[in-house]
DNA sequence: GATAGATTTTTTGTATACAAAGTTGGCATG
DNA sequence: CATGCCAACTTTGTATACAAAAAATCTATC
């Protein structure tokens, strides 16, 4: 992700960008870049992200960054604070608590309006996306199972209808990886994937109500993996480390 | 520049600046101060925010401008067109419809948590927000009622405790402000503001069931009193009204 | 030898300057 | 007289420069 237009970029100072196509786009691909490396745990919670670092690497100036740091903070994915920079947020026990009773909440809430509303198409589109999945955690590609299943959960919601709730299902999936990468067992991970076929094979049937019942026993399986052992909050971390 | 922070203070009383004035919070004060235009119509849809005119007002630079209307657009009260700049969104009938289906989903969802955990504190500073709305609604003033309104609801949702969610609901009830503000019927408005008054009632006797089942016939008399009515959509907009 | 203060260095916050694109008005031509 | 093109003016997009604050390091004194 890192290599093939940074380098280009920055060895031609008089940078032509009438060719490569408008900033806007570009700075969606390094919001995707960046976006993808914290919920694929390349970058790790409490990985510190300068933006003079940031900058050099993808070849544009602090200002995108900080545009696009200010975007990723709104969704929880890093964390502002004033004069300290951004860094990956590290989700507190709290925290994933909400997300997962939030989830709960509206991707089974959705699920009968889902039902109705899910084509053979949909349908065909998120079997590939289960398929693809299985096949990746298979593989060992925890990271890649991770995001998939985010984009699973997240595409599930978008059959509803309804933009809104389906954008709250997609920013929580993403904060969920977060939280996977954090709490998650890497050991447990994986085995529920089946449930994603088993939902899809409901929903064809318009069985949104048992359809729903299943996403409350999925959720609460993936919950069931995670080891909620608060980690350190650096300054006290110390202290208790070594008091002892 | 040349009125510094006269109208940035004027707008946001309370806010103490301090002379050094930490930008953060001088930051904030200009957000809320914008966003409060926005939800209480002072700032109606679809009125052009021109960053220039905006960082004149406010005596900062354009910089910090652009970051403010950048996070309001992440809350969908402005729309952000790529070189065109930034205007009070107007929302369409069928995010109208989202943003109350997706109220109705989770403030009525949340209220079983809500009646479990209210406490007299809590039913006081409700009581004291429903009773400022019932008199500003009362003296005719339609904006601050619905600012309040939203607030209520706002602060309702945050006694569930999910933090989350609670952000989630008070984005919908910004929203809905905008929506009330376009699609709105300001004779018919105000007129379920007792609701809130049983809701109150019904949570501290722990009915949470009840409580979800008045929440959702409050925010169905809400949109009932919409007129949705899809208005002008620029272009198409001139051969509808010339063409007859 | 350790601690507190000061200095240096790194990093963020803010403003300004410059470039590109859009909009508007005028001018010329059919 | 209308229509299409061109130019100026306006407004946003981006980079850079400068200032302020926090972190780190060094030094001096107790």
Request: hydrophobic letters at 40%.
């Amino acid at each position: 992700m890192n290599q093939p237009q940074t380098l280009a970029e920055r060895n031609s100072p008089g940078v032509r960008l009438g060719k490569n196509g408008d900033g806007a786009e570009r700075h969606e691909a390094i919001y995707r870049s960046i976006s993808d490396a914290i919920i694929e745990h390349r970058l790790k919670p409490g990985a510190r992200l300068r933006e003079d670092a940031l900058a050099d690497v993808f070849g544009v100036s602090r200002t995108g960054i900080r545009k696009i740091l200010q975007r990723l903070a709104m969704e929880q994915l890093v964390t502002l604070t004033p004069r300290r920079g951004a860094s990956v947020t590290r989700p507190t026990a709290d925290e994933a608590k909400d997300v997962f009773d939030a989830r709960q909440m509206i991707e089974c809430g959705l699920m009968p309006e889902v039902a109705r509303r899910i084509t053979p198409d949909n349908a065909a589109v998120l079997r590939s996306l289960s398929a693809r999945e299985q096949q990746v955690v298979g593989d060992g590609d925890h990271s890649a199972g991770i995001r998939l299943s985010a984009e699973f959960h997240s595409r599930l919601a978008r059959v509803s209808g309804n933009a809104t709730l389906a954008d709250f299902v997609e920013r929580l999936c993403f904060r969920s990886s977060l939280i996977l990468a954090v709490y998650g067992n890497p050991i447990r991970l994986g085995c529920e994937t089946h449930d994603h076929d088993a939902l899809i094979t409901l929903l064809e049937c318009g069985e949104g109500d048992r359809a729903a019942a299943l996403m409350s026993r999925h959720l609460d399986a993936v919950k069931a993996t995670l080891s909620m052992v608060e980690e350190e909050d650096e300054t006290p971390d110390l202290h208790t480390i070594f008091s002892c």
